[in-house]
């Protein structure tokens, strides 16, 4: 029998929620200060814009030890991986080192027996040698990426600009600081070679 007008099956009173475990002793939600504790086991929660899902464990910071590299450094990472790169490097310092033995010959024949001034006399050198350099990178180093002739030569001669300022620079110090023309050249070059590989690299024979 139940009570008149109450359906059969239904109890009463109001219905309550089912219990959780752990709700009578204030475990979970029904603590009986009216403080709410989150359970001690670990929780999963989903992160990430693909639905990974990982641990959130108690006490424990959820910031990540290895950011994201920015993207700068990841294609510098990247590239520094790449076996083709350091193959194309070693490329380019053997007809490098082929041009650095045009430059300092023609530059010491124009210095000594031309008589010119040591600043056009690297300038010469450099023309010359900027021209052999292209020829061989075009048809060795950067065999690959070759493209147009006159427009990847205009870039090649553009990034050789920039490096011979950056050797005229270098090589005006060191003779300033007393060392022999020649020697001042033979170190300038050196030091502007990175800069001229990445230019020729990166820009140069890109497509």
């Not at 023309?127 to 070759?146: D, G, P």
Request: proline residues 7%; contains cysteine; charged residues 15%.
């Amino acid at each position: 029998m139940t009570a008149r007008g109450t359906p059969r099956g239904r109890p009463s009173g109001p219905v309550q929620p089912p219990s959780l475990p752990g709700d009578h002793d204030g475990d979970l939600l029904g603590h009986p200060h009216g403080e709410v504790r989150l359970p001690d086991r670990p929780v999963r929660v989903v992160t990430g814009s693909r639905g990974a899902i990982r641990p959130l464990l108690p006490g424990r910071s959820q910031t990540s030890s290895h950011p994201r590299l920015s993207v700068p450094a990841a294609r510098v990472s990247g590239g520094l991986r790449c076996r083709g790169n350091w193959i194309q490097l070693v490329k380019f310092g053997v007809v490098g080192a082929s041009g650095y033995g045009v430059n300092l010959v023609v530059y010491a024949l124009l210095l000594k027996h031309a008589g010119l001034q040591y600043v056009a006399a690297a300038t010469g050198s450099f023309l010359l040698a900027a021209s052999w350099n292209y020829l061989w990178n075009r048809t060795w180093t950067f065999r690959a990426e070759r493209g147009n002739f006159r427009i990847q030569g205009i870039r090649f001669f553009i990034v050789s600009a920039a490096v011979y300022g950056a050797n005229i620079g270098v090589l005006a110090a060191f003779v300033s600081a007393g060392l022999g023309r020649i020697v001042a050249q033979a170190i300038a070059i050196i030091f502007v070679t990175p800069l001229n590989f990445l230019g020729n690299k990166l820009w140069s024979f890109r497509r």
